[in-house]
């Protein structure tokens, strides 16, 4: 899609908040009949614009009460070897998100786990063993102060 008009924005803002809504509830919310709002929702969706439709789970109420950012360090930049790395990490439940940065480090990886024991045994049995890793530097969330998924579109 390669515009969104401030309708498509509109119903886009009002699925980031609750994507359980219907056509009808989300015509109600911005103002729309539900023909319309059904047209513009189908083309949003093949555009590629929504990614996915998920259901965000409390940490702490599924037990996993321990998260990490690790800051890591590549010994070596080759293709094969930054390829080999990303689809170890692909593969890793515990990485939650993963990003390749500029900077002092080369990937930021958001980790979440039950509890210490299960962080040490991530760090030592599972991300050391990668071929290449040079430096893993962790912090430790003490308290979230904001998490968001929705971005600003209006």
Known sequence: MDTLDKTDRRILQVLQQDA??????IAHRIGLSVTPTYERLKKIEK???IKSYVTLLEGDKVGKTLMAFCN???QLHSQPLIKKF???IAGMTEVMECYH???????????VVDDMRRYQHFLTNKLA???NIGQVH?????????HTTAFELL
Do not use: P, Q
């Open 20 to 25: 359980r809504l219907n056509t009808k509830e």
């Open 47 to 49: 555009s590629g614009v």
């Open 72 to 74: 890591v360090s590549l």
């Open 86 to 88: 990303e689809a170890a």
């Open 101 to 111: 940065v500029a900077g002092t480090y080369d990937y930021l990886l958001k980790v």
């Open 129 to 131: 063993a990668i071929e």
């Open 138 to 146: 962790s912090s430790f969330v003490m308290t979230e102060i904001k």
